[in-house]
């Protein structure tokens, strides 16, 4: 750990994961996203031993969810997107998936929330906007976070480039995090390396230093 004008740098993934300053962060792990990526299951695994690691090393643990509006009461950035995604061509036709009371909207069954554990839903890709998120990391004290779960490409990539701006060291897991399009998931992860604000490992070794 380098310590320097009364500030405590950390430059090792070893130095980064300590309980009091890193959280863990688990990104859209819903029916209706787990179940559009091919190795659904698999990704669901991975996240399931990171939150068992989390859990017993003391980190604490947030859920985050996408939430779509009713197309009654959702804005015109939040309609353009529905058009987009659901590849069709009038507001009339949309199907929105993700409301809150629907089944595609519920975190899959395995790993699911504890009651010590948050929930925090948006309607943004990156889990900062629109949500408490921030307000309460800086609250606890914490300025790093290993994140997970789906999808890469979409809103992992987001999450990640905003919590960078605002100070945050985010822990990419990269074999925990799911894609709809591997190859644009694959772009996301080179460009992220590339920029170099955040650092990347596997589920293996979180789980490992999450133990200690």
């Known amino acids: 750990m380098q310590q ?7 430059r090792t993934l070893e ?57 009654e009461v959702a804005g015109m950035s939040q309609l353009r997107m529905a058009m987009d995604w659901q590849h069709v061509d009038s507001i009339d036709k949309i ?15 395995e790993p699911s929330p504890l009651r010590s554990e948050a929930v925090f839903d948006r309607i943004a890709m990156s889990a900062f906007e629109g949500t408490p998120l921030n307000m309460v990391l800086r609250d606890c004290g914490i300025n790093a976070f290993v ?26 897991a990269t074999d925990a995090c799911g894609a709809g ?18 650092l990347m490992t596997d589920t293996d070794t979180i789980c490992e230093i999450f133990r200690r």
């Not at 859209?28 to 695994?45: F, K, P, W, Y």
């Not at 990539?157 to 945050?168: F, I, K, S």
Request: charged share 20%.
């Open 95 to 109: 199907q929105p998936r993700f409301l809150r009371d629907s089944p595609e909207f519920q975190i899959v069954a």
């Open 15 to 71: 130095e980064i994961c300590d309980p009091t300053r890193m959280a863990l962060l688990v990104y859209d792990m819903q029916i209706g996203v787990v179940s559009q990526i091919r190795n659904g299951a698999e990704i669901t695994s991975r996240v399931l031993r990171l939150l068992q690691a989390a859990r017993e090393g003391g980190f604490r643990v947030y859920f985050n969810r996408y939430m779509t509006l009713p197309t």
């Open 181 to 198: 399009n591997e190859a644009a998931a694959q772009r996301s992860l080179d460009s992220l390396r590339f920029a170099g604000s955040s």
């Open 4 to 10: 320097k004008f009364g500030l405590n740098v950390p």
């Open 147 to 172: 994140i997970a779960g789906v999808a890469t490409e979409v809103g992992i990539e987001p999450t990640v480039r905003h919590a960078a701006d605002l100070g945050y060291i985010p822990v990419i």
